[in-house]
């Protein structure tokens, strides 16, 4: 086995925190009852992200969120048509992009209520996934504030998609 051997440097610099430690506070972002835990821990970290103003991080977990619930409704909706989800030659969940697409395309197999807010949602996440993918995909595109942040709609999305799910239910 190689081993490897560490130098410390000494520098003149001092580590200066970017901000206080926090404190657990009430201002939050979100506030939903999920179909399973992982969303809601998930949610508690966007909360304190929103609060803190660790915006980016906030915006990068909200996708994951919405990513896992349009493919939770995907799931309830077509159980049997996997391939409309799920890559199994990659063995991996499909692109955020190809799974709104997917949903895009399936609308019409939705009851005939549901298809406007399946309509809805789409072109809300359609916006969101272009902001959201040019702050992500960018290094110099960022979000500066909570104002940036709120006019992507994300609790409308989850909202939407948590009331697709539970119509959907078995």
Sequence with gaps: KKEFKFKILKT?????????????????????????VFYSNLETEI????????????????????????????????????????????????????????????NSRFHDEQQNLVKKTVNLIGNFRKEANKRIHEIIEYVEDKNELDRMK???????LLKLINKNKD
Excluded: W
């Design 47 to 106: 909360n304190d992200c929103y609060k803190y103003g660790l915006l980016n991080a906030c915006l990068m977990l909200s996708r994951k969120v919405i990513e896992g619930l349009i493919y939770h409704l995907m799931d309830l909706k077509f159980r049997q048509e996997i391939e409309l989800r799920y890559d199994s030659k990659y063995k991996r969940a499909l692109s955020f992009g190809k799974l709104v697409s997917n949903l895009s395309e399936n």
């Design 12 to 36: 003149d610099f001092e580590f200066i925190p970017l901000r206080k430690p926090r404190k657990k506070g009430t201002e939050s972002f979100l506030d939903f009852k999920y179909p399973e």
């Design 154 to 160: 994300i609790p409308e999305i989850i909202e939407i």
